[in-house]
Every structure is written in structure tokens, then in C-alpha cells.
């Protein structure tokens, strides 16, 4: 297999990886939350689209033959509590948490379009339709009231380390 491939797949792994999480993230913040609970409604929403990016990866991933991580039991008991931890904090702090992975999925999602380059046109355009919809996302959590969370600097750049890290190792485990 060439190096190109392997870049696809690598970027594959990574970002099925990430939109799961997602998912799991909004699943445990909905779990506290509700669905009555301020800002219940926009996150609903946010996870529809994530839910529709992770089958998007899905998809490709299963027509591709690429492996996913082997560290998704992880991602999907930490992403829960992520969320459910941050809903606990409260509604401010769940969209602190959106901001600071949005913040993180804008910046890994724009580095990958532009290693990708014209190598995978399909990759690429599904990366970056998410990206942009992941943007709304961020921009929708900081005008939900995002910086107002408690420790606000301290959670979102915890929560862009943890990221960061859960990237890193997505990519090749």
C-alpha cells in the first residue's frame, strides 16, 4: 500500500474516531441534562449532525477496508462522561466543552485538508463540509453562553489537550 493510502486511512481512523466520541460526549450531556434541560434542544441538534458525519465515516471506513481504533471502548466510556461531567457543571460548561472540541476539530480538520490536497476528492469533501458544520457548532456553543462556565480558560483548554491527545493516539492504535 502506498503512502497516500495509508494518509487516507490514517485520516479515516482519526475522524470516525472523533465523531463517535462526539456522539458520546452529547449522549452523556443529554443524559443529565434532558431534554427540557437550556440549551437541550441546540445540543440535540449538534448530535444529529454528528451522528450523520460518524455514518458518513462509517460508510467509508466499511467500503475502504480500514481499520478503525481499537480505542473506541475507551472513547465511548470517556466522551460520556466528558458530557456528563461538564452537564453536571452546568449548561454553560456543556457548551464550554463543544467550543473547546469544536476549537480542536476546526484546527486537526483544516491541517487535514490541506496534507490531503486533491489525493482523496471524496475524503476531502466530506472533511470539509464537516469542518464547516463543526464551526457552526463552536460558534453556537460561544454564543450559548460558553465563556460565562466556570474556570471557563482552565475547561476549554483541558478539554483541547484531551482532544489533542485522543487525536494523537486515534490515529495510529
Same mark, same amino acid.
Given at each position: 500500500?502506498?503512502?497516500?493510502?495509508?494518509?487516507?486511512? /490514517?485520516?479515516?481512523? #482519526?475522524?470516525?474516531?472523533?465523531?463517535?466520541?462526539?456522539?458520546?460526549?452529547?449522549?452523556?450531556? =443529554?443524559? #443529565?441534562?434532558?431534554?427540557?434541560?437550556?440549551?437541550?434542544?441546540?445540543?440535540?441538534?449538534?448530535?444529529?449532525?454528528?451522528?450523520?458525519?460518524? $455514518?458518513?465515516?462509517?460508510?467509508?471506513?466499511?467500503?475502504?477496508? #480500514? /481499520?478503525?481504533?481499537?480505542?473506541?471502548?475507551?472513547?465511548?466510556?470517556?466522551?460520556? $462522561?466528558?458530557? !456528563?461531567?461538564?452537564?453536571?457543571?452546568?449548561?454553560?460548561?456543556?457548551?464550554?466543552?463543544?467550543?473547546?472540541?469544536?476549537?480542536?476539530?476546526?484546527?486537526?480538520?483544516?491541517?487535514?485538508?490541506?496534507?490531503?490536497? %486533491?489525493?482523496?476528492?471524496?475524503?476531502?469533501?466530506?472533511?470539509?463540509?464537516? +469542518? %464547516?458544520?463543526?464551526?457552526?457548532?463552536?460558534? !453556537?456553543? =460561544? $454564543?450559548?453562553?460558553?465563556?460565562?462556565?466556570?474556570?471557563?480558560?482552565?475547561?476549554?483548554?483541558?478539554?483541547?489537550?484531551?482532544?489533542?491527545?485522543?487525536?494523537?493516539?486515534?490515529? +495510529?492504535?
Amino acid at each position: 500500500m502506498n503512502a497516500m493510502s495509508k494518509r487516507s486511512e /490514517r485520516m479515516l481512523r #482519526v475522524d470516525q474516531a472523533g465523531e463517535f466520541g462526539a456522539n458520546r460526549i452529547y449522549a452523556g450531556q =443529554l443524559a #443529565v441534562m434532558g431534554t427540557r434541560g437550556p440549551h437541550s434542544t441546540e445540543i440535540a441538534g449538534m448530535a444529529a449532525q454528528e451522528a450523520e458525519h460518524q $455514518a458518513k465515516f462509517d460508510a467509508m471506513i466499511a467500503q475502504r477496508g #480500514v /481499520r478503525p481504533t481499537l480505542l473506541q471502548p475507551v472513547w465511548s466510556a470517556a466522551g460520556f $462522561a466528558l458530557g !456528563a461531567a461538564t452537564a453536571l457543571i452546568g449548561p454553560e460548561a456543556a457548551m464550554a466543552c463543544t467550543a473547546a472540541i469544536e476549537t480542536e476539530i476546526d484546527r486537526h480538520y483544516t491541517e487535514q485538508l490541506e496534507e490531503l490536497g %486533491d489525493e482523496d476528492p471524496e475524503l476531502g469533501a466530506a472533511i470539509l463540509k464537516f +469542518r %464547516d458544520e463543526e464551526r457552526e457548532h463552536r460558534d !453556537a456553543a =460561544l $454564543a450559548a453562553g460558553a465563556e460565562k462556565a466556570p474556570a471557563y480558560p482552565l475547561l476549554f483548554h483541558a478539554i483541547r489537550m484531551g482532544c489533542r491527545v485522543a487525536i494523537k493516539l486515534s490515529e +495510529r492504535i
